[in-house]
């Protein structure tokens, strides 16, 4: 696994790439943030209840009505204590600490293409990754070069240092949830396979549809253990049971040998592997899933003991002064030479208008 000491800002956000070829804003990837001894001041940012006017949604409609259907693909979470954290990895998972959860219904998948496709078709809404940059964003950047797209995986030809993680991200014209490879490729086929290049602000928009919400970063680590105590997988404590990898991930030499040792080279179709003990499939790998919660790296330590909602503001000592959102699960991408994110207590995090070609969602809704 690669030392996160060697790199100390492996986790900015890459919101676009434009100008020219490539206008770094930082992206949110790889191993967990390293605290460091003197952190800079941390910011005035907005609390995480305040709208964010640019991205408000007004749902026309939703699906989830009917009192008897709205828990179809759900499971029921029961509530229960459990130790939230891990000793053994990245400081933002330290102190373990007990946490009491009310129990919920979460999403048994996560959302795939045909049923985001179905909240498109029936509200009209528009991804961040389809707008047109605003150009207040962007100043000094030509017109000409603030175009619609997203970032998308591309594997380089040959070894590359890890601590270049621009070297296998690339800013793609036109690429989004329904391109995602870019302007020339499809979802046909993908149906089953989850959404991605969706910012924070789609996943809460899908989720106002639907009448649920986004799970906060506690709840999402509960539901994902499946009852499990203290173990470093949400299958247990063996990597491999029985020789086989029971989650999309990435094996071989990262990022640009993939041995499939998994059977997939990108996104899976939801439910590829055996869920876990509350019946959730995919807690592990396949996409990143957003949570309701802004980003703190020491958050754990002051946190309420039971149903902690996540702090009202955020702060990367990474990258200061950018709002950031927490992901949680890991994804295709992730790798033991490099992140190890499909752990259950593994924390990401990445700017809310962000979406890249490895992340997605699933949704809860209390009882």
């Known amino acids: 696994m690669k ?3 060697q790199n100390p800002n492996p986790n900015s956000t890459l919101r676009f790439i434009i100008a020219l070829a490539v206008v770094l804003v ?11 001894k003197s952190e800079p001041p941390r ?3 907005p609390p995480a209840t305040q709208p964010q006017r640019r991205f408000a949604f007004t749902p026309k409609t939703h699906s989830y009505d009917p009192p008897d259907s709205w828990t179809n693909d759900m499971a029921w979470i029961p509530g ?3 130790w939230m954290g891990s000793e053994d990895n990245f400081p933002d998972e330290r102190p373990v600490r007990q946490i009491v ?3 919920f219904w979460m999403d048994k998948t996560e959302v795939t293409n045909e049923q985001f496709e179905k909240f498109v078709r029936e509200t ?6 389809e707008r047109k940059p605003d150009p207040k964003d962007f100043p000094g950047v030509p017109p000409d070069k603030l175009v619609p797209g997203s970032v998308v995986f591309s594997p380089p030809a040959g070894e590359v240092s890890l601590d270049n993680h621009y070297a296998w991200w690339r800013y793609v014209p036109g690429a989004s949830w329904r391109h995602p ?6 979802i046909a086929g993908r149906e089953k396979h989850p959404v991605v290049h969706v910012s924070w602000y789609d996943a809460a928009a899908y989720a106002q549809w639907a009448g649920k919400r986004l799970p906060t970063e506690a709840e999402w680590e509960y539901a994902s253990r499946g009852g499990l105590d203290r173990q470093p997988y949400c299958w247990g404590k063996e990597q491999t049971p029985g020789g086989k990898w029971p989650a999309n991930i990435w094996q071989g030499r990262f990022p640009n040998e993939n041995t499939q040792a998994d ?6 179709a939801v439910a590829s592997f055996a869920p876990n003990g509350y019946g959730l499939y995919d807690m592990a790998g396949n996409v990143w899933e957003w949570c309701a919660d802004w980003y703190l790296p020491d958050y754990y330590a002051k946190s309420p003991a039971r149903n902690p909602p996540g702090p009202d503001t955020s702060f990367d000592p990474n990258e200061p002064g950018v709002a950031k959102r927490v992901q949680r699960g890991g994804s295709y991408l992730c790798s033991d030479l490099y992140c190890m994110g499909y752990r259950p207590s593994a924390r990401m995090k990445g700017a809310p208008d962000t979406g890249l070609s490895h992340t997605g969602f699933r949704c809860v809704r209390s009882k």
């Open 80 to 82: 229960g204590t459990f």
């Open 26 to 36: 930082g992206v949110s990837l790889g191993s967990i943030v390293v605290l460091k």
């Open 3 to 5: 030392n996160p000491d």
């Open 101 to 103: 959860i009310d129990g």
């Open 43 to 45: 910011p005035k940012l």
């Open 181 to 186: 490879e870019g302007p020339d490729s499809t």
């Open 124 to 129: 009209g809404y528009v991804t961040v990754a």
């Open 263 to 268: 059977g997939f080279a990108g996104t899976a």
